[in-house]
């Protein structure tokens, strides 16, 4: 039995998270902590755990593991005392909002000897692992393009409050992509060029709509739209697609479409009831196995920041307007 | 009217057919390729000859058809405004801006209409996101992204596959988009693209264009040629208040043939049904035109998705936007 803590119902895949905590088997959700007492007291209640209101006090408490779902730009404070309290760390995506944390995040998680994970449930969607099982075993042949997309319905609050998330629609939704890219292949990005801005939702000062292009090693061009481009009444919450282009053929991949259309009179509009599979309970389970087996999480702290090193290269390259080199730091 | 078909290709016949259910009389069908001058010519009850610029200057022709490789459209462009013909020319207008240029000043010293084939203004999927879009659908537009693409196609003599004739998938293919998008948006501030071209294992390209607009708006635009079948268009439009979605793989008729050994592939039938093809009304509007109506698409329209198609080119070659 791990017993794992939630740090902060700030973002809303904390809930998924506690789900999938409460699911598994050899998981103990020990208890809550958020530096907003109503919201986190509120999901302790929903759990049935403890809520404490003293980070050290939750963090001496013998927790084998924490999962930190805070405002991306709390993330290294949390990390850090975390961390320092010799508990592993699942962070959420975008493990940072710039590369200094990011770095920073690494190397304290190196320098406590705990393992750190970034909550990338992208590599646990089976329509990702087949394609890239079909990548592995040489079905396309060479990869030479891709265009992806990440769409959202607008997620609101701190999300699209550049004090407490560091960007946008393009810090949001490039780093999945990214990593999904990244570990599909095996290569790094070299180079980004980003258009992006806000073109939807008045009243925010961050971007909601990038479209990037961007450039792997050995030359493999890709684009990809990140946005919050989905309106309210889209039947869900957005999308992940992309279109590999191979030496033998085409994938598209879709990677949620796996659903019913349903339509219900009462809610007014059409839904669609997913029946896939649930990324989110694998990805907390490997980090408990991960915690178990004394090993690094599927999706590390380094794979977070490979990721962050894209999405910042993004913003440079949108304020310079020229590609941006993106630059690989040393760990 | 009389109208001579030039070029007797794939658009060749589409045309001669649209011309003559527009009530225009297809007098002569010119092509290098004697066989299909002959073959079309006989379908349409009109003569078939190989000395394409010789019909320009016919006088019983009132109007050509111009359905030829990109590259040779600024030749029978100016022959047949020398001679002054009417003009319904495919897209793209001509091969570079320059040329279309000379083009369009070669129509106007000569009085004559010079229409373009941009036919995606007329295709009712787009006309109606744009209806939706200018009745306020979606609020103020921000984004669309657009895909165009399949197969890599051949033409006579494999011209779509020579760069320098067809200018590859984005001076070809997706002209159409950059022609639409215009339409719907307005001018373009800016252009950044990239593109895939390989000629191995077989001749194939991929292109990833973003278009800045003037007012703000990013259109993404998707073009492949890289596809190892069938055909597809897809079109999103989003805003402050919602979006639109249409793709043509989700359509109201799938034929799938069965491959026979020895037969080769069984064709997907694209597109949707229609009561009037938008090929139909691209020669209704032409017609109109020449009747005195203001027409759907301008010469300068045609040069203006020339100029947004050579500033892709230019940008997926240096790796730096390109500003118009
Ligand atoms: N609007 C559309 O949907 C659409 C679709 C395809 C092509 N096009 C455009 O239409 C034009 C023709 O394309 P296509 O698909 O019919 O090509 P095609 O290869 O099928 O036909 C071209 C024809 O022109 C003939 N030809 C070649 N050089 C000639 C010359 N110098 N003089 C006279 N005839 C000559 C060829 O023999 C051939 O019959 C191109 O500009 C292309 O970009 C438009």
Redesign the pocket.
């Known amino acids: 039995m791990a017993k794992i803590g939630v740090m902060s119902f700030a973002h809303m895949h904390a809930y998924a998270y506690a789900e999938a905590l409460k699911s598994l088997p050899n998981a103990d959700f020990a208890g809550v902590w958020d530096d907003d007492a109503a919201r986190g007291e509120a999901a302790a209640k929903l759990y049935g755990v403890p809520f404490t209101a003293d980070m050290d006090a939750f963090l001496g408490g013998g927790l084998d593991g924490v999962i930190i779902t805070s405002e991306n730009m709390k993330h290294r404070a949390m990390v850090e005392k975390a961390a320092a309290a010799g508990a592993w760390i699942l962070c959420e995506k975008p493990i940072a909002p710039n590369t200094e944390d990011a770095a920073a995040i690494v190397a304290a998680c190196k320098q406590a000897k705990v393992g750190l994970g970034t909550a990338f449930p992208c590599r646990f969607i089976p329509a990702l692992t087949q394609v890239k099982d079909q990548l592995d075993a040489g079905g396309l042949g060479a990869l030479y393009a891709a265009s992806c997309t990440n769409n959202g319905q607008f997620p609101g609050g701190w999300f699209a409050d550049e004090a407490l998330s560091g960007g946008g629609a393009t810090m949001d939704h490039t780093v999945h992509v990214a990593d999904v890219l990244r570990w599909f292949t095996g290569k790094e990005f070299t180079k980004v060029y980003c258009e992006n801005g806000n073109l939807l939702r008045e009243g925010i000062n961050t971007d909601d709509i990038g479209a990037l292009h961007l450039e792997m090693d050995g030359g493999l061009v890709v684009s990809h739209i990140a946005s919050w481009n989905r309106p309210q009444s889209f039947p869900t919450w957005g999308d992940v697609t992309m279109e590999l282009v191979g030496e033998r053929g085409v994938v598209n991949v879709d990677a949620f479409n796996q659903k019913i259309d349903v339509y219900d009179d009462e809610a007014g509009k059409g839904a669609w009831a997913y029946w896939g599979g649930d990324p989110n309970r694998s990805l907390v389970n490997d980090f408990i196995a991960a915690i178990h087996e004394g090993r690094e999480p599927a999706a590390t702290g380094v794979d977070g920041l490979r990721a962050v090193e894209v999405t910042e290269a993004a913003y440079a390259s949108a304020k310079s307007g020229a590609m941006a080199e993106v630059k690989r730091l040393a760990i | 009217m009389n109208v001579a078909i ?7 016949r589409m045309h001669a057919q649209m011309a003559a259910n527009s009530g225009f009389a297809i007098k002569v069908c ?4 004697q066989a ?1 001058a002959a073959e079309l010519a006989r379908d349409f009850g009109a003569e078939a000859t190989t000395d ?1 610029q010789g019909v320009c200057g016919r006088a019983e022709v009132a109007a050509v058809a111009i ?4 590259p ?2 600024l030749e029978f462009i100016k022959l047949a405004a020398q001679h002054g013909k009417h003009i319904f020319c ?3 207008l001509a091969r570079t801006e320059q040329e279309c240029k000379e083009a369009i000043a070669a129509a106007r010293d000569a009085g004559v209409k010079l229409f373009t ?1 941009h ?1 995606v203004r007329y295709f009712q999927e787009f006309e109606t996101i744009k209806q939706q879009m200018d009745a306020g659908v979606v609020g103020k537009p921000g984004f669309a992204k657009t895909f165009r693409g399949g197969i890599s ?1 051949a ?2 003599g494999n ?1 779509f596959r020579d760069f320098e004739k ?1 200018g590859g998938v984005i001076f ?1 293919c997706l002209i159409h988009d950059f022609d639409w998008i215009r339409y719907a948006f307005g001018d373009v501030e800016r252009v950044f693209s990239q593109t895939m071209r390989r000629s191995e294992p077989e001749v194939m390209e991929y292109a990833l264009v973003t278009l800045r607009m003037k007012s703000g708006v990013i259109a993404h635009v998707i073009g492949s040629w890289a596809h190892p079948s069938g055909f597809a268009v897809k079109a999103e439009v989003c805003g402050s208040k919602g979006m639109l979605h249409f793709d043509s793989n989700d359509t109201s008729i799938q034929t799938n043939l069965r491959e026979t050994p020895g037969e080769g592939p069984g064709v997907i039938v694209p597109g949707s049904p229609v009561d009037v093809s938008p090929y139909q009304l691209e020669w209704e509007d032409f017609k109109n035109w020449l009747e005195g109506a203001t027409p759907r698409v301008s010469p300068q329209d045609a040069l203006e998705a020339v100029r947004i198609a050579e500033a892709a080119l230019k940008s997926a070659e240096t790796g730096a936007p390109v500003t118009l």
């Open positions: 030039i070029g007797c290709g794939g658009m060749g010119a092509d290098l390729n299909k394409c359905n030829t490789p990109t040779t459209h495919e897209k793209p084939g036919v196609p033409g006579e011209w067809s070809d």
